[in-house]
């Protein structure tokens, strides 16, 4: 769960900048590689924590999260430029 509300809050600041779809999509991409980082950081951790022990499904599951939570940003945008388009005539 932590790794949705990370993946949401990546898309959020790289959306707030006027970019081109081109720069956005890098900047997505960019984002998902710092999202899977951090996962593979927080299993890496895990060897240094006394009964715990790394799994790649929670690197899997990490990764997901994030995935999702950028989707679900871009979902978000989409439907409030349906209900609030930006040019009112």
Do not use: C
Not at 26 to 32: A, G, M, V
Not at 49 to 63: A, E, Q
């Amino acid at each position: 769960m932590p790794f949705f509300f990370i993946g949401f809050v990546l898309e959020i600041k790289s959306f707030s900048y006027n970019y081109s779809v081109t720069q956005k999509i890098k900047l997505s991409l960019k984002n998902l590689l710092l999202s899977l980082a951090l996962v593979l950081i927080a299993e890496i951790g895990q060897f240094f924590i006394v009964h715990r022990s790394p799994d790649l499904m929670d690197v899997f599951y990490g990764f997901l999260g994030s995935v999702l939570g950028a989707f679900v940003f871009y979902l978000f945008n989409f439907f409030k430029a349906l209900v609030w388009p930006k040019n009112k005539k």
